[in-house]
């Protein structure tokens, strides 16, 4: 993989990426004396796993729910006046049941980062920014993308952003991300 | 509660990848290691065993506690697995400490591993993100070092923390592990090295975040009896704190902060508590310790911290959850000097050098990070300056400290999910 940095133009590798692929053996030798086996080399071999999971968002699915339908749906506890940007089905304050409220919208970026590499899923993705949001009237913040901006020099914490939903949903939370609004 | 000590530990030298071993010998080796420290202590006295690793993920192996626990020969005796992320390391010593504490055990071997070769760097870093919110968290980016780089941008915007104060935390424990031989990068960097690294998550470079590892430790807890039949060195564990936090951290509060006893309220007019730029977890887990070992003012009281580095970032922000200095003073403390090596030629100014050493060993920045073997590691490479035993384990004596009768260790999950610091100390 070319190496990342912002700072830098791109270099050549300095080393030869490992790789996953590789030639299937079905022999190895054997040597006729059993005592040289503690000198054996340790054969190492390839395992795939892949697994579907049937996975629910249960008490939480609402808040899906409102990504493909253009809303940003938290929780409240009146009790406590306290909101959360994602949803919580109990207070933890006080443990009482919480309601579905819209929250807003536009918010400001309360901290950010650029990813110049990442998980293997989201590996080809990067550079990506992560941003919390934060929001007038909301008790927690909420991670996002913010799209737009190139460099992260061109982020700041404080700086609006807005909500913007992806046209087919892939329920998930990333349906939604952010965009600069000033 | 009975006085627990620890008699023993053992460590494997961590690596990028042991492919001449299973998890079950890399554990062997730390336990015969530190079963061969103390002669005295034959297998049949230990009473049980404690598990400590992570992911199933890496191992792909349910249960593999106890195919190490069999390879030891500790069955039929008493064993359970402790699992807490990056804290699975303390929670697992902790586990060790309260089985002498309650009386049920009077030797108890806690021991870790992690095998994190078997799956590519990349894929790795996916496993470990799924120790964040997949419903939420996860699918946005799932990254750990994105995660840190948030946070640490926020600790920079309160609190004007520099990216060359983060490089100071890399260049110290990179070149603090030269000396150790247990340790997987053993460098002498500058601050210009550290930030011409490539940029993995802004502003943190590849030599900012640990790295990951394979590797194994054991440690051996006994009772006070026990504990002075076996050596005449014995380490007491006199303080053990667990804090916790919500698992994201964009639902932690903005509040008020929890006082440490040498602060005062009017320290922090202004600051919103935790934020996502201090740990309350790592604060609550010392001032827990701290009341229990009767400390007061840590600066002064502590001699050496192993801390939980996976990040320069974190390094600096848990300076200030264990109240070294005020929240919003960790880039100054590193600095000044006050977390340096005195014996060690940094090739920097440090007027404050030696004041209270943070990761002698290297911490996991350089030592590497087999997530659940570094608790552990921590407490053995404690265990050995409080003893002066580090010429005798390292081969070499150039990272024991002239005064070391009292150290704190702390492991960190998540985001700053759960925290442990223990105080260990000279027993004899």
Known sequence: ?182 | MRPVYMVSGGVSKFAKARPDATFQKMVKESFDYAMKDVPKLKLSMIDGSVASYFSDHFTRQLMAGIMAVDYLGLCPKPNKRIEGGGATGGLCFQAGWEAIASGRMNVCAAFGFETMSHVPTWKGNEFIALASDVNFDYPIGGFYSGYYAMMVNRHMHEFGTTVEQLAMVSVKNHMNAYGNPYAQKRRKLTIADVRNSDMVAYPLTLLDICVMSDGAATCILADEETAFKLTDRPVKITGVGTGTDMMRMADRPHGEVLLAPNEKKSDYRKLKYPGVHSFRAGRSAGLQAYKMAGITDPLKQIDFVELHDAYTSSEIQTYEDLALCKYGEGGKFVEEGYPFMPQIDYGMKLPKKGTLPVNPSGGLIACGHPVGATGLMQAVFAFWQIQGSIKKHYGDGELQLKKADRGLIHSHAGTGTYVTVSIMERGW
């Open chain 1, 1 to 182: 993989m070319a190496k990342k940095n912002p700072a830098k133009a791109p270099a050549a590798p300095k080393k030869v990426e490992e790789l996953m692929t590789g030639t299937t053996v079905f022999n190895v030798p054997m040597p006729a004396d059993l005592k040289a086996l503690k000198g054996m080399s340790p054969i190492v071999i390839k395992q795939p796993y892949q697994i579907d999971y049937i996975h629910s968002y249960g008490q939480d699915s609402p808040f899906f729910a409102g990504l493909s339908n253009g809303k940003l749906l938290g929780t409240k506890c009146r009790k406590c006046d306290y909101t959360w940007a994602n949803p919580r089905l109990a207070c933890t304050h006080c443990g009482r049941e919480t309601e579905w409220v819209e929250i807003p919208q536009s918010g400001r970026v309360h901290t950010f980062t650029t990813c110049y590499f990442g998980g293997e899923e989201f590996l080809k993705e990067t550079p990506f920014h992560l941003v919390l949001v934060e929001f007038d009237g909301v008790d927690t913040l909420f991670l996002s993308r913010l799209i737009g901006p190139v460099e992260p020099e061109e982020i700041r914490i404080g700086m609006k952003v807005k909500a913007k939903f992806r046209r087919n949903s892939q329920l998930k939370p990333s349906d939604v991300y952010f965009v600069p609004a000033e």
